[in-house]
């Protein structure tokens, strides 16, 4: 993308390690993400790259390093940390929609509960973003009577609702059929596009190749390398690189 990228950093993770056991799967993570850019994480299943993302927001906690948002510590629990999460959106493989629920209640609930919107006022702004992300008339229905595409969509809209600093994409697209995928990375490619700061970790290369300004190639829980989209695909520095990209060739 060719949006204006600020040089004001809205996620730092520094020295970032995780173990699962004896399992080392976050290796001295660097990675500076600035608001407005959109970085894409790829790499082999296994590399680290959703366990990266899912600690920014503490899903995940780490056993050592930093995280900051906006300079600002992430905390370890608390009332700080909701309120931190609430500034970051996260959409994830599967779409954690309440079943219960209808697709308005589930895209007003966080900010009518967390951020103490009217319901009213919660809701204009519900019917606004579900209109954007194009399933308005789905709006009365529960998330069970909705396509995945569809309830992936307004789990976008969900995070949205809250105002996010940055949204946080976890493979947003792998528990998809196929013809469901782009519906859901042209509604990504327009939020890319309004200058959105975007964390996508994703199989999705064409994707990565036409929205990313970096792509951060993760192998073994260690960033091996990172660049512009021309740079890792056309021109990739290292073998594992090089190995990765002849892996994925014709899928």
Do not use: W
Not at 190 to 215: I, K, P, W, Y
């Amino acid at each position: 993308m060719t949006q204006q990228i600020s040089t004001e950093p809205i996620i730092e993770l520094r020295h970032v390690d995780k173990h699962y056991g004896d399992l080392h799967v976050l290796k001295d993570i660097n990675l500076t993400v600035h608001k407005g850019e959109v970085l894409v994480v790829v790499g082999p299943s296994g590399s680290g790259k959703s366990t990266m993302c899912r600690t920014v927001n503490r899903l995940e906690t780490i056993d050592s390093g930093e995280i900051l948002i906006e300079g600002e510590p992430l905390p370890q629990e608390g009332r700080e940390l909701t309120r931190m999460r609430a500034e970051l959106g996260m959409v994830f493989q599967s779409f954690n929609l309440f079943a219960h629920m209808s697709i308005l209640q589930n895209v007003t609930l966080g900010p009518i509960e967390v951020l103490g919107m009217k319901k009213d006022e919660a809701e204009a702004r519900a019917m606004e973003l579900l209109a954007r992300v194009g399933v308005a008339e789905q709006a009365a229905k529960s998330p069970a009577q909705l396509s995945g595409g569809q309830q992936q969509r307004a789990a976008i809209a969900r995070s949205l609702a809250m105002h996010p600093k940055a949204m946080m994409f976890d493979e947003p697209t792998s528990a998809l059929d196929p013809e469901m995928i782009n519906e859901v990375l042209d509604v990504m490619v327009e939020l890319a596009r309004g200058g959105m700061t975007m964390v996508v970790v994703t199989h999705e290369m064409n994707f990565a190749r036409r929205v990313a300004d970096r792509v951060v190639f993760m192998a073994d829980g260690q960033i091996v390398e990172e660049g512009t989209p021309a740079e890792f695909f056309d021109h990739p520095k290292t073998q594992r690189a090089r190995d990765f990209l002849d892996s994925i060739k014709g899928h």
